[in-house]
C-alpha cells in the first residue's frame, strides 16, 4: 500500500484549456509530467518532438486509456496514459512508477518514447496474467546468437526491417532465418567449450527446395558487465529497439511480439554476460554430415546430435560469400 498519492495534490485542468500537468522530477532528462483531466481522471504522459513519434500500436486496456496526440497549443506530441477506474489508482501509481523509471533510463528521446509504450504493453500482458518462466542460461545464450545474427549479419546487408521479417527463431520454425533462396540456421557456443554445437531437430539442417542453407556458429566469451563490449539479453534487446525506433518504427510492434514468442521478458534477471570472439559460416549441401527426415524414412523422430566443427571444416565459407548470398537473396518484405 502505498503512503503517499502523488496525485492527491493536483487539481483537475480545465475543460478546452489542455492538461496542466506536474513535471515528473525521477524522469529527467525527459519530460513526464502527472496530471488530472477536467474529469478529475489520473493520467501521466510523456511530451516529446513530433518527428520521435512512434508508429507502433498501443494496447487497448480494460480500465487504462493510452494514447498518442499532438497538442494544439505548442504542436509538441504527447504520450498518456489515463485511468478510468479510480478505484484502481494504487496500481495504476505503480504502473505509472515503472513507467518513469524505465524512461528515465532511456538513452535518448526516440527509446523514451519506444520505452513508454513498451511498458504499457508489458502492463497488458501482465494485467492478462502472461507470465512466462526465465530463459535458461542456454536459451539466452541462443537468444543473443540469433539477435547478434539478425542486428549484424542480416540487417548490414538486408535492412533491419527485413532482418526481422526473416527472423523466425522465435516461432520454432525449423530455420531460424528463411529468406527467398536462402535459409540460416544460427547456433551460439561459449568460447571455453568443446569445438562442436548442438542440432536439436532432423529438420534444422535438411534441404529446403530453391533455396540454399548456411549454418551460422557464433563463438561468445563469458564477460563481466562492466566490460567493453559485454552483453546480455537485455542491452541486446535495448540496441535492437533503439535501431528499429531510428529506422523503421513501424516495425517495434512486430519486433515485440517475436521477443514475446521466444521468451523475452523486460522483468526477467538474465545472469549470461558475454563478448561476442568469432563467426563462423559453412554452406551445407552434399556430404554436409547431417541427420535429415530422409536418413531413416520410419524413425527415430526429434533427433538432437553433437556436431563437431572439425568434421564441417571443409565446407566453411567466408564472410564475403554469405554476404552474396544475402544479396542474391530476395526479401519479399522489404
Request: glycine share 8%; aromatic share 6%.
Amino acid at each position: 500500500m502505498r503512503n503517499e498519492d502523488p496525485w492527491e495534490d493536483i487539481a483537475p485542468s480545465l475543460g478546452g484549456a489542455g492538461l496542466v500537468g506536474h513535471l515528473v522530477l525521477e524522469s529527467r532528462p525527459h519530460e513526464v509530467f502527472r496530471a488530472k483531466d477536467d474529469l478529475g481522471r489520473r493520467l501521466l504522459f510523456l511530451v516529446h518532438d513530433p518527428e520521435t513519434m512512434s508508429r507502433t500500436s498501443l494496447p487497448k486496456m480494460a480500465g487504462l486509456h493510452v494514447e498518442a496526440d499532438i497538442r494544439k497549443g505548442d504542436g509538441k506530441a504527447m504520450l498518456s496514459v489515463r485511468l478510468e477506474n479510480q478505484d484502481d489508482a494504487d496500481i495504476f501509481a505503480q504502473f505509472c512508477d515503472d513507467i518513469v523509471m524505465t524512461v528515465s533510463n532511456a538513452p535518448d528521446e526516440v527509446s523514451a518514447v519506444q520505452a513508454f509504450i513498451g511498458r504499457t504493453w508489458k502492463w497488458h500482458a501482465l494485467l492478462k496474467g502472461a507470465r512466462k518462466k526465465t530463459l535458461s542460461r542456454e536459451d539466452q545464450l541462443g537468444l543473443i546468437g540469433e539477435l547478434h545474427t539478425l542486428s549484424k549479419n542480416i540487417s548490414s546487408i538486408k535492412g533491419i526491417g527485413a532482418a526481422l521479417e526473416a527472423w523466425r527463431g522465435s516461432e520454432k520454425a525449423p530455420k531460424d532465418f528463411e529468406m527467398s533462396g536462402l535459409c540460416i540456421e544460427c547456433k551460439t557456443r561459449g568460447a571455453s567449450s568443446r569445438a562442436k554445437v548442438r542440432i536439436t531437430s532432423e529438420h534444422q539442417l535438411a534441404d529446403v527446395i530453391g533455396h540454399r542453407l548456411v549454418l551460422l556458429v557464433h563463438t561468445f566469451a563469458n564477460s563481466e558487465n562492466d566490460e567493453p563490449g559485454s552483453q546480455n539479453l537485455h542491452s541486446t534487446v535495448h540496441h535492437l529497439r533503439s535501431v528499429l525506433g531510428l529506422d523503421r518504427p513501424d516495425r517495434i510492434r512486430q519486433l515485440e511480439e517475436k521477443l514475446e514468442e521466444a521468451g523475452f521478458d523486460d522483468e526477467h534477471v538474465y545472469d549470461v554476460n558475454v563478448s561476442h570472439r568469432s563467426t563462423q559460416f559453412f554452406l551445407v549441401e552434399e556430404g554436409f554430415p547431417r541427420i535429415v527426415p530422409s536418413s531413416y524414412l520410419d524413425g527415430p523422430v526429434e533427433v538432437s546430435y553433437d556436431l563437431p566443427l572439425a568434421q564441417i571444416e571443409p565446407f566453411q565459407i567466408g564472410e564475403d560469400e554469405l554476404v552474396a548470398l544475402l544479396r542474391y537473396s530476395v526479401q519479399r518484405y522489404e
